[in-house]
């Protein structure tokens, strides 16, 4: 079982800390505190990767349909 750090997340996603740490406090991305420093499962990340990806299009899907999926 590997774990990421956020450092580790938010340079492979090219965003800073800050949206890494929002997505995790809004319960959307699972991590686990260690001490002071969050860990995010691999596994979790790349389900979390797949699910936005998933909402991304079918919130895109629906902007240009009027809003009809």
């Not at 959307?28 to 991304?56: C, P």
């Amino acid at each position: 079982m590997k774990y990421m750090t956020v450092t580790d997340v938010k340079d492979r996603w090219g965003v800073s800390s800050d949206v890494v740490y929002d997505y995790i406090a809004a319960g959307r991305l699972k991590a686990v505190k260690f001490g002071r420093a969050w860990r995010i499962k691999q596994s979790d990340l790349e389900t979390f990767e797949r699910n936005k990806y998933t909402e991304d299009a079918a919130e895109l899907r629906a902007r240009r349909t009027g809003g009809f999926v």
